[in-house]
Antibody, heavy 118, light 110 residues
Framework: EVQLVESGGGLVKPGGSLRLSCAVS????????MNWVRQAPGQGLEWVAC????????YYADSLKGRFTISRDNAENSLYLEMNSLRVEDTAVYYC???????????WGQGTLVTVSS | QSVLTQPPSTSGTPGQRVTLSCSGR????????VHWYQQLPGTAPKLLIY???QRHSGVPDRFSGSRSGTSASLVISGLQSEDEGDYYC???????????FGGGTKLTVL
């Protein structure tokens, strides 16, 4: 069974940093690209970033470039999102999702809530 | 403002057929396949339809998708109460080099 479990969310002050993790099981992690997608309270889905299976290709949403860094550790079956200079508007549930070229975000985790507030 | 445009809400009665629309531009729907996601209240999104019309595993054939030019549609036939939720379209955008989502359509089953 494909499973993705996010962790690392919480309350952080504006300007602060946070590192999210996504632990996966039930599939060969090193064979799949991975995404982060976020959803602000009461709002729609917003794609954040994706990373190729080997980590050599990385894409970010334009609005987040420079502040967020996606990475992965294939030996640990884990995906990460390093978030710096956090703003109130970064408050959202952050989901990790598996990716296939023809079938993006085919499996999702349950999400982890990040709240940026003073 | 989402890159892909979806009507914010729609409704239907049980058994009815409803159509959800999604419009974009040449850099996304005009050149890349569309995918549809279902998000039931309080849950994570789930892939429903990929590559325009392919049903993800376990998705009933009441759900069907299509794409033409820079527009796409999701049709739900035989509407059921458990279909109530939010539906999002998505596609890769060549200009933005990223996955773009529609703002979502909230489906209410009356």
């Amino acid at each position: 069974e494909v499973q993705l479990v996010e962790s690392g969310g919480g309350l952080v002050k504006p300007g602060g940093s946070l590192r999210l993790s996504c632990a996966v099981s039930g599939f060969t992690f090193s064979s799949y690209s991975m995404n982060w997608v976020r959803q602000a309270p009461g709002q729609g889905l917003e794609w954040v970033a994706c990373i190729s299976s080997g980590g050599d290709y990385i894409y970010y949403a334009d609005s987040l470039k420079g502040r967020f860094t996606i990475s992965r550790d294939n030996a640990e079956n884990s995906l990460y999102l390093e978030m710096n200079s956090l703003r109130v508007e970064d408050t959202a549930v952050y989901y990790c999702a598996r990716d296939l070229t023809v079938k993006p975000c085919d499996y999702w985790g349950q999400g982890t809530l990040v709240t940026v507030s003073s | 403002q989402s890159v892909l445009t979806q009507p914010p809400s729609t409704s239907g009665t049980p058994g009815q057929r409803v159509t959800l629309s999604c419009s974009g531009r040449s850099s996304n729907l005009g050149s890349n396949p569309v995918h549809w996601y279902q998000q039931l209240p309080g849950t994570a999104p789930k892939l429903l339809i990929y590559s325009n019309y392919q049903r993800h595993s376990g998705v009933p054939d009441r759900f069907s998708g299509s794409r033409s030019g820079t527009s796409a549609s999701l049709v739900i036939s035989g509407l059921q109460s458990e279909d109530e939720g939010d539906y999002y379209c998505a596609a890769w955008d060549d200009s933005l080099s990223g996955l773009v989502f529609g703002g979502g359509t909230k489906l209410t089953v009356l």
